[in-house]
């Protein structure tokens, strides 16, 4: 069955999905399955007391006053019912991406070292297995309990009922038949096909999580093998190189994979219902011959054997659709569990409390000291007892060979990772100590791999809806931006892709790169670092920048990050990496001036400009 650690998890699940504003939704659900379990109970018993009064030749008004009752009755709780129902079902089905934005919200508070961490990804992908279900995992999990708190109260409600048939006389005369021994065999009996049927259940469940999980993992490749066959921007490369037939291929192999797991899952659900249906029509003809000697032995009445009988029969029903969907829910319980684990990944970086100072002069003294940084699972560190200090205004700029640990300065600077020994100080207090945002705003950063959204450009460039129009523009052009903003249709307003809007623009990689570095100057930190800013950009773009570096940074602290030394030339604190940690530093005459590996470097790069 399950374990205490597992019925905390599903709790974790369910509290996290009320945490949504869904509390309601939850009761809706606990209300439909209390009404639609209690009401043909509620009937039969009317109908067997009505049935009753026919046999003793009650006067009509009294059997017209039971009737109205069952009526009324059954009216009221089904309206109740599908009210309850409709909004539970519409909610269900937008848990999928319910649970997904949940995700989503954790996935951004979360320490960001664990989005570039295997085990991580594989901890989401194995949860998106259970979105094998319609409902994902939450919705999944909420659908289980509808049926067990239905079946659940079922139960009780038979009991209930059923109670008397087994406390009625039970004299010797009885018989075996009537006797306590014959009621205990045949509750034996019917538990015994129950716990059948859950054992079977739980066999043919891991068979069909099994065959959902294949589905799902082809299903994938699928999806990614159509979306390399249907995206023109692929098709360049297929065709050039006739890829069409290799990707033909593996979609070819994932369908047949995918329609193979298919059956084999629909063969397992075959032999499950056909083992179940089996069993309880045995369970069932044990307790109509049950009820029926012993209303033919004139120890019950006719209504009786009506009321009692179906009841036994849906107390049977109740009790393995309880088992089947048990079963269901162990099933769920190792996605349960990595949605946890996942969940409760630590957000060590939002520890910090002190408050940023906030200063006009943007006077931040940046110091590194002694610090090593080896990634999560890596076997060597990447950065070795580093020691420097940026001093304010200055534009410096680092470089190194690939590899040399560059952009992970840049991660350690900005908190994305901390670092594994020592530590990094701005105005003299270890980053780790101040609140997080704050520290964040102290930065402007072009990323290699920056992101631009398929939302309008004046929002690209604010981060944000609102959009101080003329601070927008101001960037753009500092970015070298003006001729092409005068060409845009709608102007800030411009969708950048057409994913939403056909009038949008679909920018080339330079024309990207230079809104990058817009973003970067409106956002008006003190700091501003950007890691090889110009790749993308054509030569006269690249000088353009270089030449429009110091008006676009004004007097912040700025670092420049290129493996292109030319670009670097025009720094005044040049930082030369290897291997982890600085080995020079100076200005380009001192250093070309020293030999070294600056040196080496910039003979080797110079040869192609000769
Ligand atoms: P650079 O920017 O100078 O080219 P990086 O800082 O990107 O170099 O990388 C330094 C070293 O760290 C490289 O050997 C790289 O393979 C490794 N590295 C970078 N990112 C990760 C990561 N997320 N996990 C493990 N190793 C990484």
Redesign the pocket.
């Known amino acids: 069955m399950l374990s205490k650690k597992d019925w905390k998890n599903q709790w974790r699940l369910f509290s996290d999905y009320c945490k949504m504003g869904e509390t309601k939704t939850v009761v809706c659900m606990a209300l439909t399955c209390t009404l639609e379990a209690v009401r043909p109970y509620v009937t039969l018993v009317l109908m067997g007391y009505l049935l009753d009064l026919v046999y003793a030749g009650t006067d009509y008004r009294t059997m017209l006053k039971y009737a109205g009752i069952a009526f009324f009755y059954t009216f009221a709780s089904s309206c109740i019912e599908s009210f309850c129902h409709k909004r539970y079902n519409r909610k269900l089905e937008y848990m999928f991406e319910q649970q997904s934005y949940l995700m989503n919200q954790k996935c951004l508070s979360m320490d960001y070292e664990y989005l570039?961490d295997k085990k991580v990804h594989d901890k989401i992908f194995q949860i998106a297995q259970s979105y094998g279900g319609r409902f994902g995992l939450m919705g999944d999990m909420l659908s289980e309990w509808e049926y067990l708190l239905r079946s659940g109260i079922s139960m009780v409600a038979a009991v209930v009922i059923v109670f008397p048939l087994f406390t009625e006389v039970t004299s010797i005369r009885d018989g075996i038949v009537t006797s306590w021994l014959a009621s205990l065999l045949l509750c034996a009996l019917v538990a015994l096909a129950t716990f059948y049927n859950y054992h079977f259940d739980v066999k043919i469940g891991a068979v069909v999580r099994g065959c959902q999980e294949e589905k799902a993992r082809h299903s994938n490749g699928l999806g990614y093998y159509m979306n390399i066959l249907a995206s023109y921007d692929k098709q360049k490369d297929l065709r050039i190189y006739h890829q069409e037939q290799m990707v033909s291929e593996r979609t070819d192999a994932a369908m047949d994979a995918l329609d193979a797991w298919t059956n084999k899952e629909a063969r397992s659900r075959m032999k499950s219902a056909f083992v179940k249906q089996t069993v309880s029509a045995a369970s069932g003809l044990a307790v109509y011959l049950f009820a029926g000697i012993r209303a033919f032995l004139g120890f019950i009445s006719v209504g009786s054997v009506v009321t009692y009988a179906a009841s036994i029969i849906r107390m049977t029903t109740s009790m393995a659709t309880l088992m089947q969907h048990l079963a269901h829910l162990k099933t769920l319980n190792p996605y349960i569990r990595d949605y946890v684990e996942f969940m409760d990944l630590g957000g060590r970086k939002y520890e910090g409390t002190i408050p940023v100072e906030k200063r006009k002069d943007d006077r931040f003294t940046i110091e590194f000291s002694h610090v090593s940084f080896r990634?999560p699972g890596?076997e060597r560190d990447?950065i070795h007892d580093l020691n420097l200090n940026f001093t304010i205004g200055n534009k410096v700029a680092i470089v190194?060979k690939?590899?040399?640990?560059?952009?992970?300065?840049i991660k350690l600077l900005c908190r994305l990772y901390d670092v594994t020994k020592g530590c990094i100080k701005v105005n003299g207090i270890d980053i780790r100590k101040y609140n997080y945002r704050e520290y964040c705003d102290l930065f402007s950063v072009v990323f290699q791999d920056f992101q631009m959204f398929a939302f309008p450009l004046g929002e690209n460039i604010a981060a944000c809806s609102e959009v101080d129009k003329d601070q927008a523009l101001s960037a753009l052009g500092r970015a070298g931006l003006t001729q092409r903003m005068l060409e845009l249709p709608d102007g800030l307003d411009t969708c950048v892709g057409k994913e939403f809007d056909e009038r949008g623009v679909t920018f080339s990689g330079g024309e990207k790169q230079k809104m990058a570095i817009a973003r970067a100057i409106y956002k008006d930190a003190p700091f501003v670092i950007m890691d090889e800013p110009t790749a993308a950009l054509d030569p006269v773009s690249e000088c353009e920048v270089f030449a429009g570096f110091d008006k676009m940074v004004g007097n912040k602290t700025a670092v420049y990050i290129s493996h292109r030394l030319a670009s670097c030339r025009f720094c005044e604190d040049i930082l030369v990496?290897d291997k982890g940690t600085v080995v020079q530093r100076g200005s380009h005459d001192d250093l070309l001036a020293q030999g070294g590996l600056y040196r080496k470097l910039w003979d080797a790069q110079a040869k192609y400009y000769a």
């Open positions: 570039e990634y890596a990447v190194g690939n590899g040399s640990g560059k952009t992970t300065f990496f």
